[in-house]
């Protein structure tokens, strides 16, 4: 991981217009209703994998966890 030069610091990201901030608000509810999910532990075995090299390592599949 590279060191951040400041990290106090803030982004500076541009500001959303009207419709972006509806689309963004859109997919965030959306994701947030949606039951199925990943654990955290299984992601990062994933990307673990992919790091070290191993291309065809199957990514985890969403399942209900509530």
Do not use: Q
Not at 22 to 30: K, N, R
């Amino acid at each position: 991981m590279r060191p951040v030069p400041k990290p106090e610091a803030e982004f500076d990201w541009p500001p959303m217009d009207a419709a972006e901030l509806a689309a963004f608000t859109a997919a965030v509810e959306e994701a947030l209703a949606d039951p199925r999910g990943i654990p955290h532990e299984e992601v990062e075995a994933w990307i673990r994998k992919v790091a070290a090299g191993d291309l065809s390592a199957v990514a985890p599949t969403p399942r209900l966890l509530r």
